[in-house]
């Protein structure tokens, strides 16, 4: 089965990231003698046999000499010292690896440095990353399938120990082979100004909806708080839930009302009944200031306005509980599962990056990599990232662990809000929902920029119809 290789892998991606996609999504072409290990020509191959398929070839042994892998990542100080504390771990286990781990910026910098280095033929061993840049990677050839060494007799791993949601993310590209693992995940939580909630208990537990955080509020009873929390007031917001992501809560919500999005074919579904009913309702609680945006006050987050106590509520990633923390002790906070629509749809977001093995390596960097990855997702290690972090444990076994339950039920005064946020993102783990990655003419990375400039151009008081035809031309999709 030939074909031609067909790579543009510069051009389109500055086309992803300027969110305008005017060209004919024209599939990309392999040949497969050269190219055997790309997803377009393994159709001859179960990737649910549980006998390992033979696609990459997987030492016996590791070789006793010399071997240095390179780890690109996205950690700043704190996470990439402690992730360096891991890898001098290793090092000490693995005596003839040498791990060159190297922070790259921002997601999107690393994307950036990832596909100019795969034009250059000088990309990392292994690296982080998310599905939509695994999507865009596997059309250059350079990422290979990791299911030989998940299912080695050897080096292999229980795969069903992993959260079903996680696998599910990272065996959904075409053909259902995992070209990443799950490693740093995390989703969205509520943080709730509980002294205002406190100051207002009477009339809070009179409409219903006092303080909670074991399950979700629903929409319904968000407008109720609003009546009782927002004003001008003693003991009011201005506004009374912020949404830091507004393409997460775009995304979030369209699952929610059972709308549409986009699906894994790249196929841009918003013009959908659900999904404009989703946001005519959104922009009428954005005129009443029941729901916010950052743009709200001009900024990329609310943490600040939560702090300041313009806003009674803020939604945003379970790794950035710290900055909702008030650290001058102004007043206590709550943390709770995100809020729903409806029990009909739930849907959590799910996000963080997985980990991937690039092409452009020897079987011996490719054993290395794979036994790294073993060691920095094994229980131990993914419940002590998580306690530390604000991410969460990829594993059942982590979660399941002694020390990460004495976390959930007892933690360290030190850590009692990491441990708050761990409890309600483990009440959101059987909804938990990933965005669909696709790269070609139209990426997802494209798609969920639309996406939250749809959210803020609502906002600002455009048009819902408008803004979707609007994104539907930005995608090339009308």
């Known amino acids: 089965m030939k074909k031609i290789l067909s790579l543009l892998l510069v051009g389109s991606f500055a086309l992803a990231l300027s969110g305008c996609v005017h060209i004919d999504d024209t599939p990309d072409e392999v040949d497969c003698e050269l190219y055997p290990t790309h997803v377009d020509c393994l159709v001859d191959v179960d990737p649910d046999n549980p006998d390992a398929p033979g696609i990459v070839n997987v030492l016996a042994e590791l070789p006793t000499e010399d071997i240095t892998i390179t780890f690109w990542h996205v950690y700043g100080d704190a996470k990439g010292a402690l992730l360096q504390n891991y890898i001098d771990e290793f090092e000490v286990l693995y005596p003839n690896i040498t791990v060159d781990a190297e922070s790259q910026g921002g997601y999107d910098d690393l994307r950036n440095k990832t596909i100019l280095a795969i034009s250059a033929g000088a990309t990392p061993t292994l ?15 350079a990422v290979i399938p990791l299911d030989d060494f998940i299912k080695d007799d050897t080096w292999g791993i229980e795969i069903d120990d992993f959260i079903d949601s996680y696998v599910a993310e990272n065996k959904q590209y075409a053909g259902g082979y995992m070209y990443s693992l799950p490693y740093s995940k995390s989703t969205e939580m509520v943080v709730i100004n509980k002294t205002i909630f406190e100051a207002n208990s009477a009339a809070l537990t009179t409409a219903g909806v006092a303080l909670k955080v074991d399950e979700p509020y629903t929409w319904a009873e968000l407008d109720t708080l609003a009546g009782i929390l927002v004003g001008s007031g003693a ?31 790249g196929d841009i579904l918003v013009d959908d009944a659900n999904t404009l009913a989703m946001l005519n309702y959104v922009q009428d609680r954005f005129e009443n200031n029941t729901f916010a ?62 980990i991937a093995i690039m092409s452009d390596t020897t079987d011996a960097q490719r054993l290395a990599a794979w036994l790294l990855i073993e060691y920095i997702t094994n229980a131990e290690n993914t419940a002590k990232w998580s306690m530390l972090t604000g991410y969460l444990p990829v594993r059942y076994s982590g979660y399941e662990s002694t020390v990460y339950q004495e976390f959930l039920d007892d933690p360290d005064p030190d850590y009692i809000y990491e441990s708050m946020t761990a409890n309600a993102a483990f009440l959101q783990l059987g909804y938990n929902q990933y965005d669909p990655a696709f790269a070609g003419a139209t990426t997802s990375s494209g798609a969920r920029l639309q996406a939250g400039i749809v959210m803020e151009a609502i906002f600002a008081g455009s048009n819902v119809q408008d803004a979707i035809e609007d994104m539907l031309y930005q995608l090339g999709a009308n």
Do not use: K
């Open 293 to 354: 945006l950052p743009l709200a006050w001009n900024a990329a987050y609310g943490s600040t306005n939560f702090l300041n106590q313009d806003v009674c509520m803020t939604v945003g990633s379970t790794a950035g509980i710290s900055y909702n923390v008030p650290a001058d002790g102004s007043f206590d906070i709550a943390v709770g599962p995100t809020p729903q629509y409806s029990e009909d749809h739930l849907s959590a977001v799910q996000q963080g990056p997985n």
């Open 127 to 141: 690296l982080v990353g998310y599905p939509d840049h695994v999507a865009g990677y596997l059309n250059g050839n």
């Open 235 to 265: 003991n009011q917001c201005e506004y009374l839930i912020n949404f830091d992501s507004s393409a997460n809560f775009f995304i979030n919500s369209v699952r929610q009302w059972d709308g549409g999005y986009t699906n894994t074919s």
